[in-house]
Nanobody
Framework: VQLQASGGGLVQPGGSLRLSCAASGRSFSGSVMGWFRQAPGKEREFTASITSSGSINYAHSVEGRFTVSRDNAKNTMYLQMHMLKPEDTGVYYC??????????????????WGQGTLVTVSS
C-alpha cells in the first residue's frame, strides 16, 4: 500500500494542526494504522495508533492533546493536534500494519510507511 501524509507546517505554540494520511493500492479495512514522529537528532517514536474497529492507543506525551481517527470509506487516517508544544516538532510519519487487531506501538510491526510531513512548532 502507498501512504501519503500531508498537513504539516509551521504553527505557534498552543496552536493546532490536522494531519492526513491517504492510503492507496490496497484495501484499508482490517489494517492497523499508526502515527510516528521523529525530532531532529532523535529516534522515531510512537505517537498514536488506531485499529479498523476504532481501538486507539496514544503516547503519554500527546494524550489529551492529539486525536487519531480514520475514515475507512475514504482510506484516510487523521491526526488532530491541539495545544502544540515546541517539543512536538518533527517529521510525522504514517504507517500501516496487517494481521493485527489491536493498536501497535512498535514501528517494527508496521509493513508500509509514508514519506512524512514536517511539523514545526515555534514562535
Amino acid at each position: 500500500v502507498q501512504l501519503q501524509a500531508s498537513g504539516g507546517g509551521l504553527v505557534q505554540p498552543g496552536g493546532s494542526l490536522r494531519l492526513s494520511c491517504a492510503a492507496s493500492g490496497r484495501s484499508f479495512s482490517g489494517s492497523v494504522m499508526g502515527w510516528f514522529r521523529q525530532a531532529p537528532g532523535k529516534e522515531r517514536e510512537f505517537t498514536a495508533s488506531i485499529t479498523s474497529s476504532g481501538s486507539i492507543n496514544y503516547a503519554h506525551s500527546v494524550e489529551g492533546r492529539f486525536t487519531v481517527s480514520r475514515d475507512n470509506a475514504k482510506n484516510t487516517m487523521y491526526l488532530q493536534m491541539h495545544m502544540l508544544k515546541p517539543e512536538d516538532t518533527g517529521v510525522y510519519y504514517c504507517a500501516v500494519a496487517y494481521g493485527y487487531n489491536r493498536p501497535l506501538r512498535s514501528p517494527r510491526l508496521y509493513n508500509d510507511w509514508g514519506q512524512g510531513t514536517l511539523v514545526t512548532v515555534s514562535s
